[in-house]
């Protein structure tokens, strides 16, 4: 059993910055391949960012948030990282952490993983 914790949200004026937090704890966890996505009021989950351990640490970002947001791990500390930058008010949403032990090439798919945190709320002011 996998548990993810996610923190780091709050509110910020476009243009600005935050750091999202992913905390894993189980067994193997730093073996996991993990995400973030994200889901705003009324519209679907979409992928943002991966990070494949089974890939040897690559990265995958959605197009979106390309060269404004960066995935990163520490898994001495087992934490998932994401973070914000040049933040625009479409990037209103909650963010949730995801992890899966099996390794695939569907890193953007919701669908691919079986734990998932409660989510932290990240809103951007124009």
């Known amino acids: 059993q996998v548990q993810l914790v996610e923190s780091g949200g709050g509110l910020v004026q476009a243009g600005g910055s935050l750091r999202l937090s992913c905390a894993a704890s189980g067994q193997n966890v730093n073996l996991y391949d993990m995400a973030w996505f994200r889901q705003a009021p009324g519209k679907e989950r979409e992928f943002v960012a991966a990070?494949?351990?089974?890939?040897?640490?690559?990265?995958y970002y959605a197009d979106s948030v390309k060269e404004r947001f960066t995935i990163f791990r520490d898994n001495n500390k087992n934490t998932l990282y994401l973070q914000l930058n040049s933040l625009k008010p479409e990037d209103t949403a909650v963010y949730y952490c995801?992890?899966?032990?099996?390794?695939?090439?569907?890193?953007?798919?919701?669908?691919?993983?079986?734990?998932w945190g409660q989510g932290t709320q990240v809103t951007v002011s124009s």
């Open positions: 995801a992890a899966e032990f099996s390794s695939g090439n569907n890193y953007y798919s919701a669908k691919r993983y079986d734990y």
């Open positions: 990070w494949q351990q089974s890939g040897f640490g690559r990265t």
